[in-house]
């Protein structure tokens, strides 16, 4: 029987991470159950990560390399400022309807009582894509679709939203889609005065 490549086994262990945070009674993972879930021991888990708070490090580098490279992208194709935004809006919650586990790391629920230095982690995404966002709107101000005063309120709520979306599908229980009549919401809040 050939022997997994370390890197290899360090994915199925994030995925069967990801994919036990997609139970929608949420309770706490812990490294025995997981290695139980993997059928390896708990020895095991560690000699590929340090520890659990590693584990969600590195499923905090997936999204964080996945949703920034996709804002890249849509930067790069998106001329129109508003468009940008709303881009970057969609992705987001589209992104959490296709890794529901990865919503419960999104919004620091599955984060709860792991390594503080996690939620700071996560607090610094939030930053950079209310960041992202920010400087869409500016290409929209300069191209006199909103006001450059508006620009850091109207950033504030496309995350919260963002935000708030993922925490009611979370809490539905994986089963309130979160782009469900998400156009004509962000829409509105690109919008509105």
Do not use: C
């Amino acid at each position: 029987m050939a022997s997994t490549p370390p890197g290899q086994r360090r994915m199925q262990i994030l995925q069967a991470l990801a994919e036990m945070l997609e139970q929608p009674k949420g309770d706490r993972i812990t490294t025995a159950a997981l290695a139980r879930k993997l059928e390896f021991s708990e020895a095991a888990l560690y000699r590929h990560f340090a520890s659990k708070a590693q584990m969600f490090e590195g499923l905090i580098e997936f999204i964080e390399s996945t949703v920034f490279g996709l804002i890249n992208r849509i930067t790069e194709q998106q001329n129109d400022g508003l468009l940008q935004a709303r881009d970057m809006v969609g992705m987001l919650l589209n992104f959490s309807a296709q890794n529901p586990g990865m919503t419960r790391v999104l919004t620091g629920e599955a984060l709860v009582n792991e390594d503080e230095r996690l939620q700071l982690r996560m607090n610094q995404f939030y930053d950079r894509v209310e960041l992202a966002l920010k400087q869409a709107l500016r290409i929209a101000a300069s191209e006199g679709q909103t006001r450059e005063a508006d620009v850091p309120a109207r950033a504030s709520m496309l995350v919260s939203f963002v935000i708030g979306r993922w925490h009611r599908y979370a809490k539905s229980g994986f089963k309130n889609n979160p782009t469900q009549d998400a156009p004509l919401q962000i829409a509105l809040l690109l919008t509105s005065v």
